[in-house]
Structure formats: C-alpha cells, structure tokens
C-alpha cells in the first residue's frame, strides 16, 4: 500500500488533489486538439471534434469532419460538414450536439451524427454574425448564449423551449469583452463580462458594472474567468498572473492566488467536491496544469500533450490524443482511510481484514482497537463509503471485503448501504468499460440518477446492458425494462433494409405484451420514417384502441380510425373521429359512413339535433329514414314555425313521410292535426279567445265550457270522437260551469255510455249532494251501492247490498258505518250476514 | 317496527371520503381561477352541489355571487365568470352567447367552464363553432358519485336514461366506468361480477380496461366489497312502472325526491311555509319507516308518538336535578323527534289525502291484473277511461306501457285505438312521444308476423270496426304468450296467496307491492346470487332477449373476506326506484346481506315517463 498515495499531491495543509488515467485513448485524431473545435459533454459524455478551417481563414474549399467519440475514444459518429462556419459547439443536457453557426442558426444533432432539427437565434444576430457562443445548463435545460458582432448578447435559458432574450447593452463598449461567462443565480441566467479593468453583469433589464471584493490592485485586464459546475464560485484571471476566487454573486472573497505567469492560460476550470470545503481550480497552458487553491504552494503538473479539461462535478477530466484522466480531490474517506499513518477507524478495519487473510492474530489486535473505541459501525461505513470513491475494481473489493469482515462484528448493522454499493458499483464498473465509455464517479452518477443513465445508455443503443441493468437492480417494468424495450423497437422500425413483417414480429417477439409499452408510439416513430404499412402492423398489436386512433387518423386511415374508436367506447374519441371524417370526406360518402356505424351515427344525430338541425334532415333523407323525418317534420311544426302556414306545411310534410313509411295511423293522425289547426284558427278568429295548440279534447270542452255546444257536437262528430269520451267531457264541463240543468238535460239526452255513478261522483266532487242524489237513483245496480254510499244514504246502502247479498258490498258499507247514527245500520247488516251464513 | 339487521351483518364501507374527494377537488378548480369571480350553476347540479360544498364553503374560496344557468342574459358584473355545468351543447351556446356579448361590448373579462363529470368533445366543438374557444378555459370536476345515504351511491345523471336507452347515445358508459373504478381504487377490487344488459355489458369492460391500464394499484388491496351485480333498466321496466306503496317510495312518486331530500309544501307541513327536509339514514323516525309499505306507516308513527308523549310525561313528578338532566341531555333529541314525527304524520295525511281515494285503489287493482295477467280487455278499458277523462297523461301513458310490457305488446285494434285517445286528450305533438316510446320498446304492437298485420290491415278495411277488432282477438291469440308472463313463471314473481298476505310481516319482497308481485329486477339479483353465476337461469336471460348480454366474471382466488363477501353493491343503468331498494334492503335482512345501490339516478314511474314524453318547448 505504500504506493498507493503516490499520486497524491497536497494542496495546503488539508487536502490532497489526485490524478489518475480513466482510459488510455486510441482515437485516430487526424488533427490537432488545438485546432479543433473541441466539445465534451459532462457526466463523462461523448466529445464531439471539428476541426476548424474558417479561423485559420485557408482552404475554405476543404470540408472540415464532425467526429464524435465516446468517452474512451470508440469513434460512434463522422460526417462531412456541409452547412455554414461553425463558431461553436456544445452539448445539451439530453446529450444532443448543439452547433452554433455564425449566421446564429444552431444546428442539433443526435449522439450517432445524426441530424434533429435546427433554430435561429434571431435576425440581430443574423445580421450582425456571432462572435462566440456558449452553451451552458441551468436547471432548465441548457442554452444558448451568444456574442454578436455588435457586441450585444442574446440568449436562451432553455432551448428545448426556445425563447430569445436581447440582453441590454453596455455602455461603451467598443471591442469584444476580453472574457465573459454565463451565470446562473436565482433561476436566472446572466451574463458576466470583462471589457479591461471593468466587470460588468447584464440580467434582463439592466447593465451594472461589479467589483469583486478584495481584488489586488494594478489589474489591467482580465484574461479569462470560471464559474463552477454549480454556478456557485467564480475565478478570474488577471493580467498580472493573479487569481482571485470567490462566490458568483461577486460578494465574497474565498482566496486569491499569484502565479506570477501572465500568459493568458487556455482553459481555467473549478475543481471541487460537493460538500467539500476545499476550493481549487485548474488552471491550463500549453504545457503546464497548475491546481490552485486556498494554499500558498500550487500543485503542477506537466502536459506532455494538447490536452482539454471538462469540468465536472466532482472534478476535472482532461483528455488529449493518448490519454483520459481524472483530476479531483480526494474523497474523505479515502483520505481517512489510506493517508499515510492513518489512526481512523477505516483504516485500521482495512489493516485488520488483511491480516486475517494472512491468518495473522494482528487481525484481532486491530479489531479490538477499533472495538475499544466503540467506532466499528463508523469503520464499516468508511470501508463502504470509500469504496464507491474507487476507480479499480481490485481496489473496491478490497475496500468491500474489509466492510464485509467488519460486519461481522456487529449486531445490527443495517445491510442495505452495504448491498447497494455493491450493486451500484458494479453497474459503475459495467458502464466505465472501455467499450462503453462512460466514465461516471460515484457522486456524478448518484446525481444523474439511475432513470437518466439508462436513458443515455438507451441514446447509445446500447439496449442489452440497459435491460441487464434494470433486471440487475429490479427496477420496475414500466420504468426499467419496457421503457427500454419501447426505445428499442422505435430504433427497430427505422431499419429500412428488414421488411415490414419481419420488423413487426421481431417487435412483438420482443416485446409481447410487456406493461408500459406503447405500440402507438412505436408505429407513430415508423410512421415518422414513412413507414405506413409497417405502423398499421404494429398498431395492431395495440391493446387500447384508444391509443390508435389519434395515429390512424394521421396516417389518413380514417375509416379504420372510426371503427377503432367506436371499439374503443370512447365516445369522444369517436366524436374526433368523426369530425375528422366530416371535413375529409364529401357530404354522401360522409353519411354512408356512418350509416354503418350505428354508434356513431346516433352520437352524431345527438350533435345535429342540438347544432345542425339540417344536417339532421338529409342523414335521415339519406337513409331513407321516413319515419323519423316524419317526426322531424313534426316537431318543426311546433318548435321553429310561428305561422299557421308553415306549421300545416310542416304536418304535411310530415305525413307524406309516414305514407312512405308505412305508418299509415301517425300519417293519419297528422293529417287530423293539420284539419284541426286550421280549424282552431277559424274558431279563433270567429270565437275569439285561443284554441290554437289545444288538443282535440281540450278545444271541444272549451266550446262547452264557451257555451258553444252546437260547434262542440259539430267537431265531435268531424273528428270521431267516442261517445263515451265526449260524454265524460261533457260531463267535466259542464259540471265545472255548476251548470246543473244543461247537465240535466244532458243526462237524459238519451242512456249513458259510461253510466250515472260518474254523474254522482262530478256532483260531489262539486258539494251538491243535491243534484248527485238525483243521478244516484239512475245507477245501475251493481254500482248501486258505491253511489249511495258517496252521497252518503249509508242505510239505504246497507239495504241494497243486503238485497244483494253481495259479501264485499256488505264490507265496503261496514266501513263506512261510523259513529252512533249509524248502528242501527251496522246491526242489519251484521244480521244480514249472519243470517246468509246460516244458510 | 324497522327491522334490525342480523348481527352478522357486515359493516358498510364509508362512502364519505367521496364527498371529500368532490369537494377538494372542486375547490382545487376554484383556486385555479384566482380573485373573485361570480360562478353560473346549472340547476340540475345546484342539489348536488349543495350536498358537496355549501355557500359558505364557495364564499370561502372568493366565489361572490352565485347565478343559476338560464335562458336570460346575466347581469353579472365581476371580471371573472365561471359556469359549473353539465356538458350540454346548450349549456355550450349560453357561455358563448355571454362571452359574445361581452365581445360586442368591448369588454374582456376571465370565463372558466367546468364539466361534470366529464367534458365531451362536442363541448368544445361547439364553443369552437361560437368563436369563444380561445376565451375560455375549460376543465373537469370528475364528481360522478354522490352519497345520497349510507347505502345509496347516485351519479344524478336522469339523462343517462333518455340518452342511451331512447337515442342509443354511449356518451355516460365511460362516465359509469369511471366511477365504477374510481370506487374499485379506494375500496378495493370487486372479486366478483355479474351482470346483465347491453349497456352493462359496455360498461363493464370498458371499466375492466381501465382497470388493465392501472392495474398494479389495486392488486394488492383486499376486496372491501365482495359482489358487484349490474344491472340495465331496460331489463326490467315492469317494477319501474309500477306504483309505489312502499313509503319512501310513495313519498317519491307524491312529492318529488330531489337529491336525497324532499319539499313538503304547506298542505303537510300545515303551516304556510314549504320546508326541506332532508330524508337519510340519519332521520331516526324516516329510517323506520322507509322500508315499510304504507298500510303500516301510520299505526307506526301514531304508536311512535304516543311513546313520544310518555317521554315527555316523564317531566312530571322530577326533582330538579332530574329536570336539568333532562333538559340538558333529553329534551333536545326529543324535540328534534318531536319535530320530524310531525313532519311524516303531516306527509302521510297528504298521501292518504290522495291515495287512499277510490281511484287510487282502482289504479293499484288495474296494475296487479296487468301483472298477473287476467281481465286484460276490463284493464284496457280502464286505460281507455283513464284517458278519456284526461287523467294524468302521465299515469295514461305508464299504464299503457304496463299493459305493453306485461302483454309483449298492444294487439295492433288497442294499440291504434289507445293512441288515438291519447292524441284527442292530451295533444297531437305526443305522436312524437309514442315514436319515442316504440323505440326504446316501452310500448309497441303485437306483431303476429307482418304477413298478418297486412292480412288484418285489408280485413279491417272492408268489415265494420267491430269485426276488424274481433278478427284483431283472433289473430292475436295465435301469437306467442309474452315474454313477461314467461318470465314471471319461471322466476315464481307472483306469489301465490293463501288467505291475506301479511303486509306487517313481510315474507317475501312482494310486500313492496302489496304482496302482488316480486320485483323482477331484485328477483334476478337474488337468483344469481344464490347461485354465484347465472347457470340454470339460461331461459330467463333469453326470453329476457339478452342471450350474450349476461355474464359472471367471478375470481377463484379468495382473498375476500366472509364479511366483505356479504356485501353487495348493485348498479342500475337507467336508475332504480325505491321500491327495489327497500325489497333488496329486505332481502339482505333476511339473510345477512348489506345491499350497496349505485345509480345513475334515483327514478320513478314518471321520470321514466317524462324522459320519454315529447314536450313543447
């Protein structure tokens, strides 16, 4: 273990910075980095190359090669570059290649070289040419920020929403800013810039210059500064080989370094760890690193080759044509555990384990000491922690073993830290292969999430080790294995050289009926390639036929969308479906549509009767539908026609219809109601008073009721109406009128079709017991008793129902028997019934 | 009286984390439209959102004044207007008709539409169609289940009715779905299922595809309620024409039920003021009462308040720590008792006022001929007078219907003649009605095979009216016995009576109408699931013309609890009345079920008769 801290360098009296190689890279660079424009995405993403031929303003005629690598150097894109000069590259958070041009278009391509989309940055910046651009994340998204010819800013938070921001002007600026950076604060993105011996920052509204506290005097000119990975600090480097350090919102001073070299440095980056107090920042010449930091040495190093730094999270990467390395500081942990001569708990647990593997005693020595100090579960938790902080495999297992062995001597140490730092780690090893190359730290993958990297392996294609990550740490279906699946079948159909079949079944085959799949999306990306055939295949193996509507509808099957919406029972979407049809197809077509489609006809009905009300009529003149526009017709003639004319004409329309419907009575029946209407308009205008909308019934009783009997009977007659129903309107009527003679008369106008009993009941119903006990006498006998009892002769019932010897009409006048004036009553009839029952 | 549940009953689920859901969710919507704002209701959702959020619980969330959704302009002057509403396309046209207003005028204030339960794309078309599509902010109160009572789930939708059993319109099914998976996630899967009818059957495996799409959520939970049983109204029109003699139907059918609770005008509360009264679970006396058929109602609550008096009574002869006791803890339910005894003898005198006349029992006669199915020529012509006297066209048309349904149909002579009449006594647009009702095969003509018909048709031309009619006798003796007298058979509907049926001692669930007829509906309910499936009932579902209509879906696994397996809920598509209610109610007591009902809403004979009658506007 002696050299293991070899490549430890102290920086101060607290911190150790190390540097170590990621990969030893075997790319074919044609060109030199420094004559490239280089770009290289964080959490140890891909590094995209242009070599560019317009700064070196010579063969403008050559096509420079946009050549994307992975991490480790695998080549994974290279083509030609035909579109305008490019002034910079960078890489968005979803890992797309933003390539701003100097016209201000950005071009995005895809990690595999393949092209998006592209937007403009706006025509001031068309007009007056970029300068230079940065592309820089926030928590949005990642943007655009550019420097025009102008010397003005415009800039975009988040180009996945692109909105274009004309950052205000300062004041008196003649020639470009010797350097300026974007800053993140508050959720807002501004601009820092240094124009000589001044800083100014531009937000939104306005320009004010800044100065950083503490900063030494004599500065002329600021050659270059940093901002952290988290926005927080910020680092400037002045003419005179003097940096200074301190927070981004320019209001505190962290430290300042001299390093007395005045050649503006290439690269200057923030080096730190979250959660760490230390603060250095990586400073890069031709042929120089010098780590700085809070301390009055720096740490040098010596760059044998072109290199270019990537900030990181937790440190640096620096890449060039041999090599990848990582420079960051080290962890706690490790620093407890391996420093030299270390006393921590960590350390001893790791010396104690190594001994028990040499079968030496000294392992119980260790142990015990640790044991003593009551720091054993802190010893085991050191073991683990370092272990994730560990580039070798060889390393972390050893750190794990000792944690292992350490366990063992406690009770309840909960496993689950344990356990998943050694699913993490092997997940880490897994995707810092060399054929993968993605060079993830402990701490960056933890922030990127596990969601994330699966993405990104999915935006690598590299699908098999995506699935055996998920199953690996049994991520949920929906989340890990079929959303995988998903991306992979939406890659699949954009084969073109394998057939629509074989596509389709190797998808399904594949897929099954995995939850969280969505074939629509699937047939939707092959449709997106041009692929129809191949996207109704797949729509098939849809289960919600919801889902396949929207898609069909597009791919202008409309018909297939109708009945896939109707078996999907989502009347809305049947409705979509429709409307959709409405405007595609022509009128006749539309309705024989429809016509075979019963549910969605009857929705579309509904629709009309409340909306389109003639559009109503010609579907059911299409479909022949007579009777229901004969109904139509009918409630036309009610509802929307004021005029006598137009509501008759409606009727007759009306029962032309039912004629051809076969509905002889309804046809019948409207013509009465036409005959009617007119002739309630004559009585109108003869009569006076309102008949118009009465029915039959309602018009003769108010002739009766007028005193008009003679044009009652008359319309009686016309319209054939039952003796016995005019008979009980008379009855009403007259009744109502207290018109007791006519009603007399009435009565005896010859025998009653409906008998007296109701002439009784329309009496009492009226209080006149006198003129009901008249018609009472007239009752025939077997409602004899009923009548007498409602004009309440209760005696002289009790007698006819005993003469009857009717068993219920005996109850019935038992009921009604109340009080003292009728006992005698109740008596005979209690007599009468005993004397039946003897017989 | 009321009877008590069987010990073993099981405990019913608490239906009212719903209310809270509707409510927090409406106020979510509220918020969403920050300030003041005036807020248009419509008045069919006025009751049901009284039952969710009162005024003062709007007012809390800055809602100022309140307007009813009409056919007048509104003169509302706040700067934000929102309109709670049913997803009508005429609800539609008056937003568009007031943001259009506003337009003319120059003016620009917020609009903010809320559907519920659900918007439907027709909405939007038609707000597209006005031009105001881009004014107006449009979301969703997903409140499709009200708690009316501890047993009785409604979705207050009468439309649902008229739209899929008259138009043949889908649009509800999803809405019923939704709720039934709704009430899947918050108290656990349904272990088993059965049900019968087409839109059912719609419903069921929509709501089954929902459950698919989510599933994982409510796979682990443990069933709360063991069998679902649904259940569409055309399968039974008989029960819902029926009258109802059981009280809380009887109040239904007299004064209207709206929304769980009732206006009893002066004429019961013999004061000149109406009140509201509330008719729950939590009414002890009304809970008593309920499920009694009505013979027995005022005995009750005559015995009720004489208990009543000797509590009082009890005042006599207290010291006066005894007295303050009894002020303080006793007085004030007994007034409160005192209060809603008064309140049922004052609505049973006004049922008795009307019922109890020769009339009435002529009509119930008439009904339970109709279903036992003799002196078929006397009850049509009791229909026939019925009519010609102008009668209720309401009750006209639900006899008719009755005597339709019961005998497969009029014989083409009655069917003619009925009509005519009807047209004469109540108006010529009810051709439309008879339309409606033929369509939704609530009244239609025999049809001995059309070949007859025609034969009779040109018979009838050429003999007197009479012949025509006798021949009509003839002919319709040929044709097959109806369907209803079938299935009564099979399903033994009418009991057959040894001396008086007991109307104190219920014996069966005929005692919702007077011991004359079992409800089919509940019958079938019953059948399956004694049966657990509908094996064995293969006869009745075909003559119930529902061949394919009628399934089980029971799961094997038993992870259902024996208590939750004697819970039930029964889901009526096109509504159910109170009549079924209390016969389930009656059956779960009898052997230890507890019935859940869910409707889409509560209905009566004459609901369903105005959702199919053609009104002039």
């Known amino acids: ?839 | 009286m009321a009877f008590p549940h069987r010990p073993d009953a099981p405990e019913l689920p608490d239906f009212s984390m719903l209310k809270r859901l509707a409510r927090d969710q409406l106020i979510y919507l509220l918020e969403q439209l920050p300030g003041k704002k005036d807020l248009f209701i419509e008045a069919d959702l006025m009751s049901p959102l009284d039952r969710i959020a009162n005024v003062s619980i709007l007012k809390q969330h800055e809602v100022d004044k309140l307007y009813k959704v009409e056919n007048k302009p509104a003169v509302s002057s706040s700067e934000q207007l929102c309109f709670l509403v049913r997803p009508r396309i005429k609800n539609m046209r008056y937003v568009a008709s007031l943001v259009n207003a506003d337009k003319l005028a120059g003016r620009t204030r917020k609009y903010k539409v809320i559907f519920s339960p659900q918007k439907f794309h027709a909405c939007e078309m038609v707000l597209e169609e006005e031009g105001v599509y881009g004014d107006v902010s449009c979301d969703e109160w997903a409140f499709s289940l009200l708690p009316l009572d501890v047993d009785l789930l409604s979705m207050e939708l009468p439309e649902f009715f008229r739209d899929y059993f008259l138009e043949g319109d889908q649009r509800w099914i999803n809405t019923v779905a939704q709720a039934l998976h709704l009430l899947s996630t918050l108290y656990g899967p349904f272990p088993n299922c059965y049900g019968i009818g087409r839109c059912t059957k719609m419903s069921y495996e929509l709501w089954r595809k929902l459950e698919e799409e989510e599933d994982g959520e409510t796979k682990g939970r443990r069933p709360e309620i063991g069998h679902v049983f649904l259940l569409d109204r055309d399968v039974d029109f008989v029960t819902a024409l029926c009258s109802q003699v059981v009280y809380e139907g009887l109040v239904d059918d007299t004064f209207r039920v709206k929304c769980g609770s009732v206006d009893f005008g002066p004429e019961v509360t013999s004061s000149d003021r109406s009140l509201k009264v509330l008719l729950n679970a939590e009414d002890k006396v009304f809970n008593e009462i309920r499920n009694e058929h009505f013979s027995n109602v005022f005995g009750f609550l005559s015995q009720k308040a004489r208990n009543l008096q000797a509590q009082y009574d009890r005042r006599r002869g207290m010291d006066i720590k005894q007295m303050k006791n009894f002020v303080s803890q006793e007085l004030k339910g007994l007034k409160q008792e005192h209060r809603l005894l008064s309140v049922h003898i004052g609505a049973c005198e006004s049922i008795m006022k009307k019922k109890t006349k020769q009339d009435f029992q002529e009509l119930i006669k008439t009904e339970h001929a109709l279903l036992e199915g003799f002196n078929i020529r006397e009850s049509t012509s009791y229909i026939e007078e019925h009519i010609d006297r102008q009668g209720s066209p309401i009750e006209s048309l639900r006899l008719m219907c009755l005597l339709s349904i019961t005998e497969n149909g009029l014989i083409p002579k009655d069917y003619r003649s009925l009509k005519t009449q009807y047209l004469q006594s109540y108006g010529p647009e009810h051709l439309l009605t008879f339309s409606n009702l033929r369509r939704a095969g609530l009244l239609t003509e025999q049809a001995p095979g059309d070949t007859l018909t025609a034969v009779e048709s040109k018979v009838s031309k050429l003999v007197t009216d009479k012949a025509a009619g006798k021949i009509t006798d003839a002919f319709s003796s040929l044709a097959k016995r109806s369907n209803f007298r079938a299935i009564s058979k099979k399903l033994n509907l009418i009991p057959r009576v040894d001396g008086e049926y007991d109307l104190k001692v219920p014996r069966d669930m005929a005692y919702v109408f007077s011991g004359a007829y079992v409800p089919l509906s509940c019958r079938l309910i019953e059948q399956v699931l004694e049966r657990r499936s509908w094996q064995g009932l293969d006869e009745v579902v075909r003559l119930l013309n529902c061949n394919e209509l009628a399934f089980t879906d029971v799961t094997k696994e038993d992870k259902a609890s024996s208590e939750s397996l004697r819970l039930i809920m029964v889901v009526f598509l096109g509504g159910c009345t109170f009549s079924e209610i209390s016969a389930l109610r009656f059956l779960g007591r009898e052997k230890g079920y507890r019935f859940i009902f869910l409707t889409t809403a509560v209905t009566n004979s004459a609901r369903l008769m105005e959702a199919m009658s053609e009104v002039k506007a």
């Open chain 1, 1 to 839: 273990m002696d050299c293991y801290t070899a490549n430890w360098n102290p920086l101060g009296d607290s911190a150790f910075y190390r540097k170590y190689e990621l990969y030893s890279m075997d790319w074919d660079l044609k060109e030199e980095l420094r004559d490239c424009l280089v770009a290289a995405a964080p959490y140890g993403g891909p590094i995209a190359l242009l070599r560019n031929p317009w700064r070196k303003e010579k063969a403008a005629s050559v096509r420079p090669v946009l050549e994307i690598y992975s991490a480790s150097g695998l080549p994974l894109a290279s083509l030609l570059w035909k579109s305008g000069p490019v002034v910079s590259l960078g890489w968005s958070a979803e890992e797309e290649l933003l390539c701003v041009q100097e016209d201000g278009v950005v071009l995005v391509y895809g990690l595999h070289g393949d092209f998006r989309r592209h937007f403009s940055m706006g025509n001031e910046v068309l007009q007056n040419r970029v300068l230079d651009a940065r592309i820089f994340h926030t928590e949005f998204g990642s943007g655009v920020a550019i420097l025009t010819g102008a010397h003005r800013f415009t800039l975009s938070a988040n180009v996945g929403d692109l909105k274009l921001r004309r950052m205000p002007e300062v004041p008196g600026l003649q020639s470009a800013p010797s350097c300026w950076t974007t800053l993140c604060q508050d959720r807002v993105a501004h601009i820092l810039l240094a124009v000589g011996p001044d800083l100014y920052l531009l937000d939104h509204a306005a320009c004010s210059a800044v100065t950083p506290p503490g900063l030494a005097p004599g500065v002329s000119s600021f050659l270059q500064m940093a901002v952290s990975f988290t926005y927080r600090h910020l680092a400037l480097f002045t003419d005179t080989g003097y940096i200074w350090m301190g927070t981004a919102s320019l209001k505190e001073k962290l430290c300042e370094f001299n390093c007395n070299i005045r050649a503006p440095p290439k690269q200057m980056v923030w080096c730190s760890r979250p959660r760490s107090k230390e603060r250095a920042v990586v400073v890069a010449w031709e042929r120089r690193l010098m780590v700085v930091g809070d301390a009055p040495e720096s740490i040098q190093f010596v760059l044998d080759e072109d290199s270019y730094l990537v900030p990181e999270l937790d440190g640096v990467r620096i890449f060039s044509r041999s090599t990848h390395e990582f420079l960051h500081e080290v962890p706690v942990a490790s620093e407890e555990i391996f420093k030299i001569a270390s006393m921590a708990p960590g350390a001893l647990l790791l010396e104690a384990q190594k001994e028990y593997e040499k079968e030496s005693q000294k392992a119980d020595e260790y142990l015990r000491e640790i044991q003593e100090l009551g720091q054993l579960t802190q010893a085991v938790q050191q073991c683990i922690e370092a272990a994730g902080h560990e580039h070798r495999p060889d390393m972390q297992k050893s750190l794990l073993r000792a944690a292992s062995f350490g366990k063992c001597f406690l009770d309840r140490f909960p496993p689950d830290s344990f356990v998943r730092m050694c699913q993490d780690l092997r997940v880490l090893n897994a995707i810092r292969d060399y054929h993968i190359g993605i060079p993830l730290t402990y701490s960056q993958y933890k922030q990127l999430t596990i969601q994330v990297l699966l993405d990104r392996l999915v935006l690598r294609r590299l699908y098999p080790l995506a699935i055996q990550i998920c199953e690996y740490l049994r991520l949920p279906e929906v989340q890990g294995v079929s959303r995988i699946l998903a991306h992979w079948a939406c890659y699949k159909v954009q084969q073109k050289d394998v057939s629509d079949e074989d596509v389709a079944r190797a998808i399904n085959q594949k897929l099954g009926d995995t939850p969280g799949v969505s074939y629509s999306d699937i047939a939707a990306r092959a449709y997106g390639c041009g692929r129809t055939e191949l996207a109704i295949k797949l729509l098939e193996y849809e289960p919600r036929s919801g889902e396949q509507v929207p898609l069909l509808l597009k791919m202008k099957r409309s018909k297939l969308a109708l009945s896939k919406a109707i078996e999907s029972g989502d009347t809305d979407l049947v409705f979509t479906v429709l409307l959709h049809l409405k405007n595609e197809l022509n009128r006749g077509d539309f309705f024989m549509t429809l016509r075979n489609q019963p549910m969605a006809l009857s929705l579309y009905r509904q629709f009309c009767k409340h909306q389109e009300l003639e559009t109503l009529k010609d579907l059911y003149n299409q479909d022949d539908n007579h009777q229901e526009l004969g109904s139509f017709h009918i409630r036309a003639s009610y509802a929307a026609e004021e005029r006598i004319e137009g509501r008759v004409a409606a009727l007759q329309s009306a029962a032309d219809a039912f004629y051809k419907a076969k509905n002889e009575f309804a046809a019948k029946a409207t013509e009465d109601q036409m005959r009617l209407l007119r002739l309630q308009r004559r009585l109108e205008d003869e009569l006076g008073g309102r008949f118009v909308d009465l029915s039959l019934h309602d018009t003769v009783t108010t002739l009766v009721l007028g005193g008009h009997s003679k044009r009652a009977e008359q319309l009686a007659r016309d319209f054939r109406i039952p003796d016995k129903r005019l008979w009980w309107l008379k009855l009403t009527a007259l009744a109502d009128l207290e018109d007791w003679e006519e009603l007399e008369k009435f009565s005896k106008s010859k025998k009653s079709p409906i008998g007296y009993l109701p002439f009784v009941e329309i009496c009492m119903k009226q209080h006149n017991k006198y003129e009901a006990k008249k018609y009472a006498s007239r009752v025939g006998p077997e409602q004899k008793v009923k009548a007498l009892l409602l004009v309440g002769d209760v005696a002289q019932a009790a007698d006819v129902a005993i003469e009857h010897r009717n068993e219920a009409e005996l109850t019935l006048v038992l009921s009604h028997c109340t009080g003292a004036t009728d006992a005698a009553t109740a008596d005979k009839i209690q007599r009468a019934r005993a004397q039946a029952q003897k017989k």
